[in-house]
């Protein structure tokens, strides 16, 4: 069916209803991303109206990445409404073509919108991400306002006699350089011995280079200075992998992080949920586009109730918030991260596939 006139021309305006859904959508994030982001970051010394709008631009593919599969569902169910409401998808039912043939198109459409999430909005957005959260730490530390970040764990090093617990508000260069430090140094019996505050904390080879330092010592007058070290056995590759968030990372990129990260004895489970739910991603479309035409096939003809369209947007809506909550479960390792991402999917899939049957072949 694919390869018929027929079939081109489904496929065809599937790919331009996508492109213009893809266009709008996009737009709107611009516009929503660029008012929040000059509205965080227009005090800042080396704010501009053009770095603003960089910023915003790095940003957009991953965000777009997370509106894919809701917009898999609002496409397929526009294309087929479009098309039954012209009586196209009637004469093509009078001329002995069965649903599971015109659909194909629509079904193969949906499977490289998926595949080209994955090989290209991806790592645009994995890359442009990182630039932007960079950028935005430059922006920060250059008029001393770093912002918390949620991401930055504390880090805790032990070497020889030493106890050093490290945290930061924010970070740059993938986690070789710190902002906004704080340092704790213990005794072996586990008492807090020094602390130091820092501006930022750069990871160098046996140390760690420590500027604007503010030393406290119990009983002591606290002291500054400009620089101090403060030796450490960890590998800049070591800090990669622990700070590197999963969205970050680039799909084909994935499997290797994940084999580093065992390396290193850190938990590859958002990793390797990131992973399956990339590598599902076309299969989550395809249902999303089943459960589009469940919805969609017969509304023109049987004049149904604005009801049965809003309960197809309800269905996709509510498989996208399972998977994203079952998602959530295989990163923290309640469940295998191949469980938690492709149950869903499978499900969703089959559901679909069925009430199609149902409604088409009894």
């Known amino acids: 069916m694919i390869f018929s006139t027929l079939g081109r ?38 704010y501009s109206v053009l770095g603003a709008l960089g910023i915003t631009l790095m940003r957009l593919p991953l965000i777009l990445q997370q509106t894919i599969p809701t917009l898999s569902l609002f496409i397929g169910m526009t294309v087929l409404i479009a098309l039954n409401r012209r009586y196209e998808l009637v004469v093509t039912r009078a001329a002995g073509i069965s649903v599971w043939q015109f659909i194909f198109p ?8 998926g595949l080209f999430t994955i090989l ?10 990182r630039e932007s959260v960079s950028m935005e730490a430059s922006w920060r530390q250059a008029s001393n306002r770093a912002k918390a970040s949620k991401f930055v764990p504390w880090i805790r090093q032990i070497s020889d006699d030493e106890d050093v617990i490290i945290g930061a508000k924010s970070y740059k260069d993938q986690g070789a350089e710190l902002i906004d430090v704080v340092v704790f140094h213990f005794d072996k019996g ?28 119990p009983g002591e007058i606290p002291s500054r200075k400009a620089t101090e070290q403060v030796r450490t ?42 992973f399956h739910s990339l590598l599902s991603l076309p299969i989550l ?30 269905s996709g809506f509510v498989l996208y918030v399972v ?3 079952v998602k959530a479960f295989g990163s923290s390792g309640a469940i295998p991260p191949s ?5 869903p999917v499978i499900v969703a899939t089959a559901l679909g596939a069925t009430i199609l049957l149902h409604q088409e072949d009894g």
């Open 233 to 274: 056995n960890l590998k800049q590759e070591y800090l990669q992998e622990s700070l590197e968030q999963p969205e970050n990372v680039a799909f084909l990129d994935l499997s290797r992080k994940i084999e580093i990260s065992r390396s290193f004895g850190i938990s590859t489970k958002a990793l390797e949920t990131q």
């Open 106 to 113: 629509f079904i193969v459409g949906s499977f490289l919108l």
């Open 339 to 343: 469980v938690a991402v492709w149950i």
């Open 9 to 46: 021309y489904f496929f065809q305006r599937y790919v331009v209803t996508t492109f213009w859904f893809l266009l709008g959508v996009s737009a709107i994030i611009m516009l929503a991303d660029f008012s929040e982001t000059t509205r965080k970051l227009s005090g800042l010394a080396e």
């Open 323 to 325: 998977s994203v909550l």
């Open 285 to 314: 479309l395809v249902a999303m586009t089943l459960i589009a035409a469940t919805v969609s096939l017969k509304f023109s003809r049987f004049a149904q109730s604005r009801s049965m369209i809003l309960g197809g947007i309800v």
């Open 190 to 217: 586990g008492a807090v011995i020094m602390r130091q505050d820092a501006r930022t904390a750069k990871l160098e080879n046996g140390y760690w280079l420590l500027t604007d330092v503010l030393e406290n010592r």
């Open 120 to 129: 290209v909005i991806n790592p645009v957005g994995a890359w442009g991400q």
